[in-house]
């Protein structure tokens, strides 16, 4: 079993876009901890399914980022369940999760299963949108969530969340100065290697997403960016 505790970072493939097998042998033979296959629109099993048997070629771990019931299939590493802890819409924080339970618990190996308390900061993302989030938040709120993600639910993990746009540093590096053992996980905009060292030396995760599709070589560098970035100043 991987343990995602020692990851630094991830690239996060989207099964709603097109890669090509050149740029897919780069990522996953990158360096890099994990991929993370994820999105918020057009996540079909199919789609899920043909881009996971692609990635298996390679030998790094591949997570499922469950993001609707119907595309959740087997043969993944790890299973990532998000929480979307700042919704405004209980559908998203437990209602679509109890849904799942109910139906398929019988099946469930929880040891594959680890739940992702989200923390949505960038209004204009889709998945903001989608999920109702209460973005309006300063280092207060934020650093508030993290000790109810670590204290109260004892959850595994904190993800940051900017999707599509750079997010504020000083927030990320207040929510880690509240974690001890839930691992934060930052994501959005990271397309240079010095944003990725700026967040690295906050969270303890860095994902780095849609970079991959829009400037392949710079998603790249941020592999060993992060990796030589020694954290949590
Ligand atoms: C292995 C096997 C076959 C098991 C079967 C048993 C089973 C069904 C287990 C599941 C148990 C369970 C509790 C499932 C949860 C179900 C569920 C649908 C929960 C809701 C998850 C959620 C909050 C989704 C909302 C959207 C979201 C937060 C998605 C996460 C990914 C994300 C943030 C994507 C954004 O990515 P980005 O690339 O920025 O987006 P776009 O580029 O597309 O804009
Ligand atoms: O696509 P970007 O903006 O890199 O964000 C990565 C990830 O956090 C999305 O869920
Ligand atoms: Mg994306």
């Known amino acids: 079993m991987y343990d995602f505790r020692e990851w630094k970072h991830i690239f996060k493939l989207d099964p709603n876009k097109e890669i090509k097998d050149e740029a897919l042998e780069q990522i996953c033979e990158s360096g890099t901890d994990a991929i993370m296959i994820g999105g918020t629109d057009g996540v079909t099993l199919e789609k899920v399914i043909n881009l996971m048997a692609r990635v298996r070629r390679y ?112 927030i990320v590096k207040s929510a880690k100065n509240h974690l001890e053992n839930t691992i934060l996980f930052y994501g959005g905009g990271i397309d240079s290697v010095a944003k990725a060292c700026e967040m690295a030396n906050y969270a303890d995760v860095v994902v780095v997403g849609n970079v991959i599709y829009e400037n392949i070589s710079e998603a790249l560098k941020t592999v060993q960016a992060v990796k030589a970035t020694v954290g949590n100043d």
């Open 59 to 170: 030998p790094l771990p591949c997570v499922l980022e469950i993001s609707t019931i119907d595309s959740i299939t087997p043969g993944f590493d790890l299973y990532f369940i998000p929480s979307v802890l700042n919704s405004s819409s209980r559908d998203w924080i437990l209602g679509q999760h109890h849904l799942a339970v109910k139906e398929f618990g019988h099946w469930i190996n929880w040891q594959e299963m680890i739940v992702e308390g989200y923390c949505i900061l960038n209004e204009n993302s889709k998945v903001a949108q989608l999920t109702n989030a209460m973005t309006k938040l300063d280092a207060e709120d934020v650093a508030a969530y993290a000790q109810m993600a670590e204290k109260m639910f004892h959850l595994p993990i904190l993800y940051i969340e900017y999707s599509g746009t750079y997010g504020n540093p000083e």
